[in-house]
């Protein structure tokens, strides 16, 4: 075999699965950084329409409060 001895094809072997499985790892890392900022962002939007869907709400309780009550129109 042209100079290529067990021990040898082990050690490259070795290294080539090395190399793969960092390339693996940093794209894994990568990809969930990406996901990490996507749900960061999906998040944040999501307070603000709960904070929007909050004020509705305690407008429209206000509102059907003060017409029970009858101050609504006066």
């Known amino acids: 075999m042209l100079g290529v001895t067990p021990g040898t094809a082990s050690a490259d072997i070795n290294q080539a699965a090395r ?21 960061l962002e999906i998040g944040h939007e999501a307070k603000h329409v709960g904070i929007t869907i909050g004020h509705a709400a305690k407008a429209g309780g206000l509102a059907f409060w003060h017409a029970v009550k009858g101050k609504g129109h006066h």
């Open 19 to 39: 190399h793969i499985g960092q390339g693996l790892g940093s794209a894994a890392h990568t990809i969930g950084r990406g996901a990490k900022h996507i749900g």
